[in-house]
């Protein structure tokens, strides 16, 4: 055993001078992250089939249209303390894990009011059913969004390991519940309880272990809140852009057609779960390093990333046919909306390693000029194209939504000025 890893831990620095980074940091931590997304992503696309073969695709679709309304829910909790306080716990301060979930529970609460402000509009409109489901899902938003906050602070602490476990558990048990639920009929009441309750009370959980074993010192960031809170501000266009598109797909052609497209995303959001397990990796690298050093090798990377998505892209396009022939017969229209969809992964990987630049060293003016111009663009475009050409109208916009944020990324990350590391 020890001559294996000898020689592993050879073969990795050897390789070094080839892929031009930390290969020992990498693998190490990078095991963990991409074990744990696997499991995560092969559940959740099991749920996909599963949905896809056991629900009606305009149930399928308003199950969907009522999530979208939870990630809406999220907007007054503030979010972006999850991302300050990943900075804290990098910098040692760990006392900003209890600071932060205090804060993000009190705000959770504005977060129920706005749910249950949209259960009675539905109310009023006669939508009783849809009505009575927001109205459940509405009492879960203050504990399902603060709970969360313990899987920052341990990849903040690059506690991949842990963090990977409590991520696969707290999204596969849940998952694995609800696909049991879907053999017992299509109530989305049922559906959404089964999901949301053992969600929440995993979430709780690991958050009490954490606190337990990892939480040192009484140190915390001053800045964590209202950093966060300019983070949660940038968020809103953002949280807004990401959600929109089944929002008005479900407005204006109907739960079906947001089924299509759900199943025809599917499977891009897995690979691109899977592969943003690297921005968690990177992140306490980057925010030790000062900008003058990341932008030595900035270009380089993005550039190799962008090259290794392209084969992933390639190999997908030609599997597509297959695989939903055999996991979704109901959705063949998915196959070519899914496969123009893929192009999206060729710029995500190259942003999201800018992106984390800007967010690992605070450039708070950069981050809300970024917050702006992407997501507002993805949105007047959604509101423009969706009407106009349902679902070819969300990929169109989409590829537009990619190319202007990379641009943006790489002008603003031009303008910055070198700067020394984080202490």
């Known amino acids: 055993m020890v001559q294996w890893r000898s020689a592993t831990y050879t073969l990795l620095r050897s390789s070094e001078k080839y892929f031009k980074t930390d290969m020992v940091y990498l693998a190490k931590g990078g095991f963990w992250l991409v074990v744990g997304q696997l499991i995560v992503s092969g559940v959740s696309f099991g749920l996909s089939v599963a949905f896809a073969n056991l629900l009606e695709p305009d149930v399928y679709g308003t199950y969907r249209y009522i999530l979208t309304i939870f990630n809406f829910l999220a907007i007054p ?30 705000w959770g609460f504005l977060g129920t009011l706005a749910g249950l402000a949209v259960a009675l509009y539905y109310l009023a409109q006669g939508a009783v059913s849809l009505a009575l489901n927001l109205f459940i ?125 759900t199943i025809a995303l599917a499977p891009i959001s897995n690979i691109e779960a899977i592969i943003g397990k690297l921005d968690t990796l990177i992140f306490p690298k980057i925010a030790e390093r000062g900008i003058g050093e990341l932008r030595k090798n900035v270009y380089r990377k993005g550039a190799r990333l962008f090259f290794y998505i392209a084969v992933i892209v390639g190999v997908y396009i030609l599997l597509a046919p297959f695989l939903y022939s055999l996991l979704f017969p109901q959705y063949l229209e998915s196959i070519r909306y899914s496969q123009a969809l893929s192009f999206t992964l060729l710029l995500s990987l190259p942003i999201m390693f800018v992106s984390t630049i800007f967010t690992a060293h605070a450039k708070i003016r950069e981050k809300y000029y970024l917050s702006f111009i992407g997501p507002s663009v993805k949105i007047a475009l959604f509101a423009i194209l969706i009407p106009l050409y349902g679902i070819w109208g969300i990929v169109l916009s989409l590829i537009a939504f990619h190319l202007v944020t990379c641009g943006a990324n790489i002008f603003f990350f031009k303008r910055i000025e070198p700067s020394q590391p984080l202490s």
């Open 137 to 261: 899902i509405s009492l879960f938003v203050p504990l399902f969004y603060s709970f969360e906050v313990y899987s920052y602070f341990l990849r903040g602490k690059k506690l991949f390991k842990q963090y990977a476990l409590y991520h696969a558990l707290s999204l596969a048990i849940p998952a694995l519940i609800l696909i049991g639920m879907l053999f017992f009929g299509g109530n989305l009441t049922v559906l959404l309880v089964s999901y949301f309750l053992p969600y929440t009370i995993l979430k709780g959980l690991f958050l009490y272990l954490t606190v337990q074993k990892h939480m040192r010192d009484s140190v915390y960031d001053p800045e964590v809140i209202s950093y966060g809170k300019h983070l949660s501000a940038m968020g809103i266009f953002s949280i807004v852009a990401q959600n929109i598109d089944k929002f008005l797909l479900w407005h204006f052609l109907g739960g079906a057609q947001l089924a299509v497209y």
């Open 77 to 106: 909790t503030l979010t972006g303390i999850n991302v300050a306080l990943m900075r804290a716990a990098a910098q040692g301060m760990e006392n900003s894990l209890l600071l932060s979930f205090k804060t993000r529970l009190l």
